[in-house]
Structure formats: C-alpha cells, structure tokens
C-alpha cells in the first residue's frame, strides 16, 4: 500500500499550463504504474494519463492527448503531469492512483490506492 499525495493545483486561464505533482508520503512509487484520473462535478471518474513503473510506457485519454504530458521521477519517489493548453474542460479535481496490476490501466477500479485530489480551474 503507499499513501498518495497530490499538489499544484490551481486557477489558470484559458491557454495557460499547470504542473501536477503526486508524491508518496508513505511507501514507494517506484514499483506502480501510476495515473491521474480527473472528476468535474457531476461527471464521472475520466482517465486522464499513465505512467508504468519505469516510465517506459504511457497512454493518455483522447481528450488530453497532446497537450499533457506524464512522467515520472523514481529517484525523488514523483509522478508529474504536465499541463498545457488549458481548456475550461479541464476544470476538475485531479488524482493520482496507483496500481500493480498489469493492463486495463484506463479503468478506475484496477487501482487500489488515490490521494485525495487536487482542484484545477480554468477560466475562459
């Protein structure tokens, strides 16, 4: 089990970027892959981004692709998302989550482990 962290979050305008940080304030990010999934008030759960263990390997949803960016640094125990071209669409809380599990990482219930989120806003 690891406890999941997540930060920088923020008001940002239309076109403008954010950097979101997950770290683990217990245990180890380094053997997970790890996502970040986003929630908008009354919206369902949507997968956003990917990373596997060793950062070899990410996908990302259809409404983000080409403007985030996920990594990860296992040395400083941090998954990063880098965000740019902000839309008012991508207003919502943000969470990281970590898995084990080897495939279906899109879906939300393969993952065990979420930190307790982090808002993002875009003004228009």
């Known amino acids: 089990q690891v406890q999941l962290v997540e930060s920088g979050g923020g008001l940002v305008q239309a076109g403008g970027s954010l950097r979101l940080s997950c770290a683990a304030s217990e245990g180890t990010l380094s053997t997970y892959t790890i996502a970040w999934f986003r929630q908008a008030p009354g919206m369902e759960r949507e997968f956003a981004a990917v990373i596997n263990w060793n950062g070899t390997s990410t996908d990302y949803g259809d409404s983000v692709k080409g403007r985030f960016t996920i990594s990860r640094d296992n040395a400083k125990n941090t998954v990063a998302l880098q965000m740019n071209s902000l839309k008012p669409e991508d207003t919502a809380v943000y969470y990281c989550?970590?898995?084990?599990?080897?495939?279906?990482?899109?879906?939300?219930?393969?993952?065990?482990?979420w930190g307790q989120g982090t808002q993002v806003t875009v003004s228009s």
């Open positions: 989550a970590a898995t084990r599990a080897n495939g279906r990482w899109a879906v939300s219930r393969v993952y065990a482990d």
